[in-house]
């Protein structure tokens, strides 16, 4: 199977610090998209970002930024100067070329006062 | 153009119960897949469907589960006799007749007593 890996498990960080968390993905596909979503303690997911496979530029957001380098297979998400309400759960997941989307096991960050 | 709907959000059943989630994709959208979100893990593929076909039920249990997406009305995600082990956030997305971007619902958390 092609996985994520999301090694962090929990991060714990104090408010205004930077935040990075990592995903690293497997794939046998030439054409992938790769996705960050939050998931909050209300428990809906919500949509990051999606990156394609042919476009390795970063991305800034906001307070968020998005470092995609193939060489390492890897799409780590930055949280700068990170707040209380930063406090979720983050998946990052991958789409092929098929319709299935694979799912890390999220990184539950916890954003303290 | 209301999001992907899911109802209901919350559900409760006693083992051997039957439990009905449906999924009302987003509009224009032909394209319905169900995931599933144990606790402490990522989301996993369980099935997809266009109306009126199942196009791939790879992630679904063999016994108990099933999936319809009818020519009128919401995806249903049915599953008999529910075991405890069924506890878990049932979350639907739908997508484009292109394919493309899933969007998800909010989830529904079915809980097994």
């Known amino acids: 199977a092609q996985k994520v890996t999301q090694a962090q498990t929990e991060i714990s960080v104090v408010e205004k610090e930077d935040v990075t968390l990592d995903c690293v993905y497997e794939t046998r596909d030439t054409t992938y998209y790769l996705f960050w979503y939050k998931q909050p303690p209300s428990g809906e997911l919500v949509f990051l970002i999606r990156?394609?496979?042919?476009?390795?530029q970063n991305e800034i957001s906001g307070r968020y930024s998005w470092n995609f380098q193939k060489s390492t297979s890897s799409f780590n998400f930055t949280i700068t100067a990170s707040q209380v309400v930063d406090s979720a759960v983050y998946f990052c997941?991958?789409?092929?070329?098929?319709?299935?989307?694979?799912f890390g096991k999220g990184t539950l960050l916890t954003v303290n006062p | 153009n209301a999001g992907v709907m899911q109802n209901p959000r919350h559900l409760v059943r006693r083992r051997g119960q039957e439990a009905r989630l449906r999924c009302s994709p987003m509009k224009g959208h032909s394209h319905v897949y169900w995931y599933r979100q144990l606790p402490e893990e990522g989301l996993k593929f369980m099935v997809y469907l266009q109306k009126e076909n199942i196009i791939d039920e790879s992630g679904m249990p063999k016994e108990r589960f099933s999936a319809e997406f009818p020519k009128e009305g919401p995806s249903i995600l049915r599953i008999q006799q529910v075991v405890r082990g069924d506890s878990a956030a049932y979350f639907c997305?739908?997508?484009?007749?292109?394919?493309?971007?899933?969007?998800f619902g909010p989830g529904t958390r079915l809980t097994v007593l």
């Open positions: 997941a991958r789409g092929g070329s098929n319709y299935k989307l694979t």
């Open positions: 997305a739908s997508s484009p007749p292109e394919l493309g971007e899933q969007f």
């Open positions: 990156r394609n496979s042919f476009d390795e």
